[in-house]
C-alpha cells in the first residue's frame, strides 16, 4: 500500500506538476514532420534531464530518425520490476485555425489544459516522472525496480523501436509494462484497456499521362488517374458498408458471448456521441454494437486524397497524378503483413489499363490483447482505484501503439498494462486536445500506487 505521506506529497505538489507539464508541452515535438526534427530532439532531451534530476541512469540513443530516451532505477538484483513506456512525439496540430488558443501555446481553461500531446501522450506519461518524483521525496528509493523507456516516433508508426528492443532485451528484462496512453472508459469511469486494434497503412499513386492536359484536346483518349482512384477506392467496400478486399475477414477473432454481454453492461450513450461527433446517425456493420465496432471489429478507411485541380474557379484538366493514403484497423488475429498483401492484390486487380499505380506502405501495427487474468493486473486495478476512487472497468481500445506487440514477442511480456488516465473526449489528434487536470493528477495518484502495489 502506498504510503499516506507519498499521497500526500502529490496533492501538495499539484500546482508545480502542471508548471512542468506546460513547459513539455511547449515542444512542438511533430515526429512526421522532418522540419520539426530538431524540436523533437528538443523534448528528447527534456524527458532524459528530467529523468536525470530525478538520479535515474539515463541514456539517450540515437536511431535513424528520433532518440530514444532510457532511464533505470534498480535497487534490487532480484526485484520485481516496471517497465514503463510513452512517446514524447505528438501528431501534427493542423487545422491550426480550429485551435482557440495555439497547439504549443498551453491554455489552461475550466479545469483543462489544451496543447497538442496534452492528453497523447506528454501529459499521461509526465504522470509517471512525478510519481517517481514523489515516492523518491517521502522514501529516498522505489518499492521495485522501474525502467523508464520514452521514445519520438509512436505516431510514425514506432519505425525503430523495435530494433532497439531487440539490441537491449537484458537490459529492459522486466515483470510487467505500464503504458499511459489510452483512455479512460469515460470521463469518471477508469479502466484498464485489454485490447489494441492493429493497423495496416498504405498509399497509392496513381499515373496517368505523362503531364497535365488540356481536357477538351484529349478528353476521350486517355485514361483520367483520380477517375481511376475514385473507382478503385469505392470497390473497396460494398453497400452493405463491408469491407470487399477477398479474404479482409478470414483471420478475425469473432467475439465471444461473454465479451459483448461485458461490452453491452458498459453504459454508453448514443445520442451524447452522435452530439459530440455532430452527425445524425453512427454507420457500420449493423450486427455489432457501436463499441463493438469501435473496438473489435476491422475497418478500413480513406485518409486523404488529393489529385488534379481543387483551386478558385474551374480548370479543364486531366490530371496526370492521383493519390490517396488509406488505413486500416485491425483486430485479433489479422497480421499487418498479410493484410497488406491482400490489399495490394486486389488494389492491382482493380487498377484500369491506361494508369499505373505503385503501393508505398507507410505503417502498421499488430492488433493486441492482453489475458485480464493475472496477478499484475489486479495490482494495476487496485492501484487505479486509490488514484481514482473508483474500480476500473475492462475495456478494448480502437487505436493503436505499435510497439505493445512487440512487448510480448521480443520481451516476453505477458503482463502488459494498459492504464489511460485520459478521456475519450480529449480530442486526440484533433484540435483542441485538451487533458483534464483532475485526471493527470489522479494518473500521478495510481502511477505511485502501481509501483506499491507490484511490489511484493
Ligand atoms: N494514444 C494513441 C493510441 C490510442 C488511441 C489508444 C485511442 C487508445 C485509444 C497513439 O498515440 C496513437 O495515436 N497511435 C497511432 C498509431 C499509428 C500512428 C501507428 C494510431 O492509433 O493511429
Ligand atoms: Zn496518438
Redo the contacts with the bound molecule.
Keep these: 500500500m502506498i504510503p499516506k505521506e507519498t499521497l500526500g506529497k502529490i496533492d501538495g505538489n499539484r500546482k508545480r506538476y502542471v508548471e512542468e507539464l506546460l513547459e513539455f508541452l511547449r515542444i512542438p515535438s511533430v515526429s512526421t514532420y522532418s522540419r520539426h526534427a530538431v524540436d523533437v530532439r528538443r523534448a528528447a532531451e527534456w524527458v532524459f534531464n528530467h529523468l536525470k534530476r530525478l538520479e535515474f541512469h539515463t541514456k539517450l540513443t540515437e536511431t535513424e530518425r528520433h532518440p530514444v530516451v532510457y532511464g533505470e532505477h534498480c535497487p534490487y538484483p532480484d526485484g520485481p520490476t516496471l517497465l514503463i513506456y510513452g512517446?514524447y512525439d505528438v501528431?501534427p496540430p493542423e487545422p491550426l485555425e480550429e485551435w482557440t488558443t495555439p497547439p504549443f501555446t498551453p491554455s489552461i481553461r475550466e479545469g483543462y489544459v489544451y496543447a497538442r500531446g496534452a492528453s497523447?501522450?506528454k501529459g499521461q506519461f509526465f504522470t509517471y516522472l512525478k510519481a517517481i518524483e514523489a515516492v523518491l521525496a517521502v522514501s529516498g528509493k522505489l518499492p521495485i525496480n522501474v525502467k523508464v523507456l520514452v521514445e519520438g516516433e509512436?505516431?510514425?508508426?514506432?519505425p525503430n523501436l523495435g530494433a532497439f528492443l531487440k539490441s537491449h532485451q537484458d537490459q529492459l528484462k522486466a515483470n510487467a509494462v505500464a503504458v499511459s496512453?489510452?483512455?479512460q472508459f469515460a470521463q469518471g469511469t477508469p479502466a484498464i484497456?485489454y485490447g489494441?486494434?492493429g493497423?495496416s497503412?498504405l498509399q497509392l499513386d496513381l499515373q496517368g499521362p505523362r503531364i497535365d492536359l488540356h481536357s477538351g484536346s484529349f478528353g476521350g483518349l486517355v485514361a483520367n488517374p483520380l477517375q481511376a482512384l475514385c473507382t478503385m477506392i469505392s470497390a473497396l467496400k460494398k453497400p452493405d458498408g463491408s469491407i470487399a478486399i477477398p479474404n479482409f475477414y478470414a483471420d478475425v477473432l469473432p467475439l465471444e458471448q461473454w465479451e459483448r454481454e461485458e461490452m453491452a453492461s458498459l453504459s454508453f450513450d448514443e445520442n451524447q456521441l452522435k452530439e459530440y461527433l455532430g452527425v445524425e446517425e453512427l454507420v457500420g456493420e449493423g450486427d455489432y454494437s457501436p463499441m463493438e465496432r469501435k473496438t473489435a471489429r476491422p475497418t478500413l478507411d480513406v485518409n486523404g486524397i488529393w489529385g488534379g485541380f481543387s483551386g478558385e474557379g474551374a480548370k479543364t484538366v486531366i490530371p496526370a497524378r492521383a493519390g490517396a493514403k488509406v488505413s486500416m484497423r485491425l483486430v485479433p488475429d489479422q497480421k499487418p503483413n498479410v493484410i497488406n498483401a491482400l490489399f495490394k492484390d486486389y488494389i492491382r486487380s482493380l487498377t484500369p489499363s491506361g494508369v499505373r499505380v505503385q503501393i508505398t506502405e507507410l505503417?502498421?501495427?499488430e492488433p493486441v490483447l492482453v489475458t485480464r487474468d493475472q496477478v499484475s493486473v489486479k495490482a494495476a486495478a487496485r492501484a487505479i482505484e486509490t488514484g481514482f476512487g473508483k474500480a476500473p472497468v475492462f475495456i478494448r481500445?480502437?487505436?493503436?501503439?505499435?510497439i505493445v506487440n512487440l512487448f510480448k514477442e521480443v520481451l516476453g511480456l505477458d503482463s502488459i498494462l494498459l492504464m489511460?488516465w485520459g478521456s475519450p473526449d480529449d480530442g486526440?489528434?484533433s484540435p483542441n486536445e485538451r487533458f483534464s487536470l483532475e485526471d493527470f493528477h489522479r494518473g500521478i495518484r495510481s502511477a505511485a500506487a502501481l509501483f506499491y502495489e507490484l511490489a511484493v
Design positions: 512517446h501528431q497523447d501522450d509512436e505516431e510514425i508508426g514506432s496512453d489510452s483512455s484497456t489494441l486494434r493497423l497503412y505503417h502498421g501495427a481500445e480502437g487505436g493503436s501503439i505499435p489511460g486526440a489528434h
